[in-house]
């Protein structure tokens, strides 16, 4: 179970409830619709990937991506409903006490939009005992998608950084010759570990790219730098959990 995430860091899961993932993706695609004022089609992928016909600058751009997240986190509980529709894959790496993020980052990717993501990785800052669930609501592939280095190579890239901190262009071949765009169908997931190096390119396929990506973690692993109460709700406890956290609340807290 789980043998590649091990290996690379990083695995491309099939959702266990694909209903669930597209009544998902149904919500958002309504709510994008209604925020751009237009009528929806019988197509919702095609929806999506058009989406960026509704805008005529990148701020507008990113005006909406914004809107969209304040307006799902509102109506859906994103961290639970992700977790339910990947947990055969989740929840033996981050074990029955979870801590979820309690607000997904949504990424709007339209073609050739001039702010893809940066590379970097997200621990240090978050917590090496993360796992980041990356979530497409369209195809992605080539550069609508996002480039992942492995655990092998994000590792050498590391140690590169720490030996010659001025080489920028070492650290660009290492890149150049290893960063894999991932190839993630609507229908299935990114899971990749928090030390990974990744980032994006400029957009080039012609369809716009919106994706989510959310963070896991085992409620009693090591928080990162943030604070974790800021940033995670409780997902779930075990029943043993349940009896331990009572009795610390009642015989030592109080
Ligand atoms: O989707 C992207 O382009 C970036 C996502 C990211 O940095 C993350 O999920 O940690
Ligand atoms: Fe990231």
């Not at 409903?81 to 033996?92: A, C, N, Q």
């Not at 917590?127 to 980041?132: G, K, L, Q, R």
Request: with cysteine; glycine share 4%; aromatic share 10%.
């Amino acid at each position: 179970m789980n043998s590649t995430f091990s290996k690379n860091g990083f695995e491309i899961i099939k959702a266990d409830d694909l209903p669930a993932l597209n009544e998902l993706q149904k919500h958002v695609r309504d709510i994008s619709y209604k925020l751009i004022g237009t009528e929806t089609s019988e197509n919702i992928i095609g929806d999506l990937n058009s989406l960026h016909k509704a805008f005529k600058s990148p701020e507008d751009a990113n005006t909406f991506r914004l809107k969209l997240t304040s307006q799902l986190s509102s109506q859906v509980d994103v961290g639970t409903k992700v977790f339910e529709i990947f947990r055969s894959k989740l929840e033996p790496l981050v074990g029955p006490d979870i801590l979820v993020q309690k607000t997904p980052n949504l990424v709007f990717q339209p073609p050739e939009y001039p702010i893809p993501t940066e590379l970097h990785r997200d621990a240090p800052a978050n917590s090496p005992y993360e796992v980041i669930v990356w979530l497409p609501f369209v195809d992605c592939f080539n550069t609508k998608s996002m480039y992942v280095l492995d655990r092998e190579h994000s590792q050498i890239a590391a140690e590169h950084i720490k030996q010659n901190p001025d080489d920028k262009n070492g650290f660009d071949e290492i890149l150049l010759a290893h960063a894999a765009l991932m190839e993630v169908p609507f229908g299935s997931a990114l899971i990749f570990w928090s030390g990974l190096f990744h980032g994006s390119i400029v957009n080039k396929e012609g369809e716009s790219r919106l994706s989510l990506n959310i963070r896991y973690k085992n409620l009693f692993s090591p928080a990162g730098m943030k604070d974790q109460l800021r940033y995670f709700n409780i997902l779930q406890t075990s029943q043993l959990t349940d009896l331990g956290l009572d009795f610390q609340y009642r015989e030592q807290f109080r």
